[in-house]
C-alpha cells in the first residue's frame, strides 16, 4: 500500500487502474501483489517546500492542460483566485513548455 500512495502516477487513473488490474490477475493465493515494482519508477520526494509547491502546482496545471481560468481550471483545482496562481508560478519560475509547430500539409 505504501508503494502505490507513494508513486508518482503519471498516467493518473488509468495507469493506477492497469496496475491493480494487473496484480489482481496475476496475484496467486488472496494477497495483492504487484506484478512489477513500482519503486524503480519513483521519483524522489523534494525536501524543499518549494520545490513540492513547484512539483504539485506542475501536475495540477498538466491534468488541466495549463488552463488558468475558465471551465476545468488548474486555479479552481488549486483553491486559487487565477491572479495568484499566475504569481506563483512566476515566483517558482514555472512556464508553459512551447508547443511544438503546427505543419500545414
Not at 34 to 60: G, K, Q
Not at 61 to 86: H, K
Request: proline share 9%.
Amino acid at each position: 500500500m505504501d508503494v502505490l500512495t507513494h508513486y508518482d502516477w503519471p498516467g493518473n487513473v488509468r495507469e493506477l487502474e492497469n496496475v491493480i488490474e494487473r496484480a489482481l490477475i496475476l496475484s496467486p493465493g488472496s494477497v495483492l501483489r504487484l506484478a512489477e515494482p513500482l519503486a524503480a519508477r519513483m521519483r524522489p520526494t523534494p525536501d524543499r517546500l518549494d520545490e513540492n509547491e513547484r512539483e504539485h502546482i506542475l501536475r495540477i496545471l498538466e491534468r488541466c492542460r495549463w488552463r488558468i481560468n475558465g471551465e476545468g481550471n488548474a486555479a479552481a483545482v488549486l483553491g486559487l483566485e487565477p491572479s495568484t496562481l499566475r504569481t506563483r508560478m512566476q515566483k517558482l519560475g514555472i512556464r508553459r513548455p512551447a508547443r511544438p509547430p503546427v505543419q500545414h500539409r
